[in-house]
């Protein structure tokens, strides 16, 4: 059986791990929402500098969307480690949380079991 204090010791773990994954996550799409709207900002310059015949500040701004997806890309991936990191806490915390539920479920069979037997 897992101790009291050891097994507040794994919920504590358990918690903060949460708590982290849930704001890398967080974090992941705010700059995933920034990195859209500066793509779109930046097609929008692209085009508008094309039709107004500026080919140079057209190709830059075709460069900069380019970069954007890149760091947009990076964005999602970093998000996505983020649920897989959250769903792996979630698993260890159901693990935990079934090791321990059949260890008191034991427990209270065997007390029974004395308390009939005396």
């Known amino acids: 059986m897992i101790g009291a ?3 507040e010791d794994v919920w504590q773990e358990i918690i903060g791990e949460r708590v982290k994954a849930d704001d890398a996550r967080r974090a992941a799409l705010e700059v ?23 080919e140079t500040a057209s190709l830059i ?10 760091q947009l890309e990076v964005a999602k991936a970093v998000s996505s480690n983020a649920l897989q990191e ?4 979630q698993e260890l915390s159901i693990t935990v949380t079934s090791k321990h539920a059949e260890q008191e ?3 209270g069979q ?3 079991a004395e308390t009939a037997a005396a």
């Open 110 to 112: 065997q007390q029974a």
């Open 86 to 89: 959250l769903a792996s806490v």
């Open 5 to 7: 204090p050891m097994e």
């Open 105 to 107: 479920s034991e427990e």
């Open 32 to 54: 995933e929402t920034v990195l859209e709207a500066a793509i779109r900002t930046l097609e929008h310059a692209g085009e508008a500098a094309y039709q107004a015949g500026s």
């Open 61 to 70: 701004a075709g460069q900069r969307v380019t970069l954007a997806m890149s």
